[in-house]
């Protein structure tokens, strides 16, 4: 474990991180709409893809689970990344990496009308490096002024596709 008490091994650092064409489009959001945060839907009429919104523009509940922050840089402040705690219980063995593909987005999310979305690729965390990250925060305890985790940059996602679910047609 480093200093920080994160595990040692490139790209496991954080629970939730954006790749480098997603912190591009976060960029142009941020320029549009201000302040950006994510929410990873369970389902329901988007599927299950990364919803991106003003932040503050989703309620945020005393379950939900913040994931992390991603920082995108040119200015913009650090993009937390949530989920549903009951969602967060069937995914905790896994990281989230918010990939931007061609396509229409989700009818809520800021990037539906650009001609691209946002998706979410997967890949489950080994157990001994699962083990070493810190649980992550509530949103009762974020409420209540426990400090959010360090903002981790983009990822090219050559680097960590080394387990990352692909998307459909790509070979």
Do not use: K
């Amino acid at each position: 474990m480093t200093e920080q008490g994160t595990p040692q091994q490139p790209g496991w650092e954080a629970r939730a991180l954006v790749t480098v064409a997603a912190a591009e489009l976060l960029r142009s959001l941020h320029g549009d709409h201000g302040p950006l945060m994510f929410h990873q839907s369970g389902g329901c009429c988007d599927g299950s893809a990364p919803m991106c919104y003003p932040d503050g523009d989703f309620i945020i509940g005393d379950r939900d689970v913040l994931l992390g922050r991603v920082d995108v840089g040119a200015g913009v402040p650090p993009i937390p990344v949530w989920i549903s705690g009951s969602q967060y219980a069937a995914w905790r063995h896994t990281q989230l990496i918010v990939d931007v593909v061609p396509g229409r987005g989700a009818g809520f999310s800021l990037e539906a009308p650009t001609g691209q979305r946002f998706l979410t690729r997967s890949r489950v965390i080994p157990g001994d490096l699962l083990r070493e990250l810190p649980e992550p925060l509530t949103g009762a305890e974020i409420e209540a002024g426990a400090e959010p985790p360090v903002a981790y940059p983009p990822v090219d996602p050559t680097q960590v596709a080394d387990n990352a679910c692909a998307v459909p047609g790509e070979n």
